[in-house]
């Protein structure tokens, strides 16, 4: 049979630690519509599955029907493109391999793309934002998790395994802290949110220096930031010594790339110059010295959950096309 008309919409789905979105999206970018649930509250892979499946299948009937729809995207952490799973994720609480591309193409009979949270904001930055107009960057996603991507000459680098650039578990201290992954010393039980909470504490109790943030009961980067701007001298010393063990790690990843930019997004990122500042002054001073001032550091200027539904769907229309509703 001759197919006579292409099919001008994707679905892209994020799925974060906290809640998962999902989106129309038409072929020139434009979310036509979506919409979101909490991921904490399927503690099992199954009933997320499902109920995400009887979701996504509502939606769309109740946004144009399937005729339309090409394909689906997936973000996901520890996604891996190559594979379709969501592999050994430290972060979620589903453990193991999980497929999750084929039990989503078997529940929407439509292709399925899954890749991890970095790939796919990379993807949306490259189209949408900061890295538009680029081929050599690094994408560093600064939340739970500290994730990357890297994009050399204009595609993305996934590694022979699809496992490329899993910067946040990279050693940055010899037998330092206990990471997610299991592992210790890793750039992300520091950088990452719990791991910059953990330094503000450590800073309060080991050095016994007043702050009002001993008395948070739910200490997060986003207090620290506000203590920051209040003045609060170990908030400030917390994101000065993130900052500085950042940008060890990103001129590492720059003496060895060579990128036109490196792009920080996520929670993190949104301390603005509190990290930003004593991470660029570290990168400079580690940096190989060819590249110095050369490569940029800058913040996504997205928004994030719009970037990374945008992403998911560019992923989407990477995949080959497959549906069971011709």
Not at 124 to 131: C, K, L, R, T, W
Not at 184 to 213: D, F, H, Q, W
Not at 232 to 247: C, H, M, P, Y
Request: charged letters at 20%; proline letters at 3%.
């Amino acid at each position: 049979m001759i197919q006579s008309t292409i099919k001008t919409r994707v679905v892209g789905i994020d799925i974060s630690i906290e809640q998962t979105v999902y989106a129309v999206v038409d072929m020139r970018g434009k979310i036509i519509a979506r919409d979101q649930f909490a991921t904490t509250d399927f503690p099992t892979v199954n009933d997320f599955v499902t109920y995400l499946s009887d979701n996504v299948i509502a939606f769309l009937e109740a946004h144009g029907g399937y005729e339309n729809i090409r394909s689906v995207g997936v973000s996901a952490p520890s996604g891996n493109f190559l594979t379709g799973c969501i592999e050994h994720s430290p972060n979620l609480p589903w453990k193991g391999k999980i497929p999750m591309s084929v039990m989503l193409r078997d529940r929407l009979g439509l292709a399925v793309a899954v890749g991890n949270d970095a790939h796919v904001r990379a993807l949306g930055e490259h189209v949408y934002g900061s890295a538009h107009g680029m081929k050599d960057f690094i994408v560093v996603n600064l939340g739970h998790g500290v994730g990357s991507c890297i994009f050399c000459n204009g595609q993305a680098y996934l590694g022979a395994e699809g496992f490329a650039g899993e910067i946040g578990h990279s050693c940055v201290e010899h037998d330092g802290r206990l990471c997610g992954c299991g592992n210790k010393g890793c750039l992300e039980a520091y950088v990452g949110a719990k791991g910059i909470v953990r330094t503000a504490l450590e800073i309060i109790e080991k050095e016994n220096r007043p702050s009002p943030m001993k008395d948070e009961p739910h200490l997060t980067p986003l207090k620290v930031y506000e203590y920051c701007e209040k003045g609060d001298e170990v908030a400030i010393e917390t994101f000065q010594r993130s900052g500085r063990r950042l940008g060890v790690a990103l001129a590492n990843y720059a003496s060895v790339f060579n990128p036109e930019a490196i792009i920080l997004a996520g929670g993190v990122a949104h301390a603005g110059k509190w990290i930003i500042d004593p991470t660029i002054e570290s990168f400079e001073e580690h940096v190989f010295h060819n590249m110095r001032g050369k490569v940029k550091i800058l913040t996504s200027a997205l928004d994030e959950v719009e970037r990374d539904v945008l992403g998911a769907a560019a992923l989407a229309w990477d995949v080959k096309e497959y549906s069971l509703f011709v």
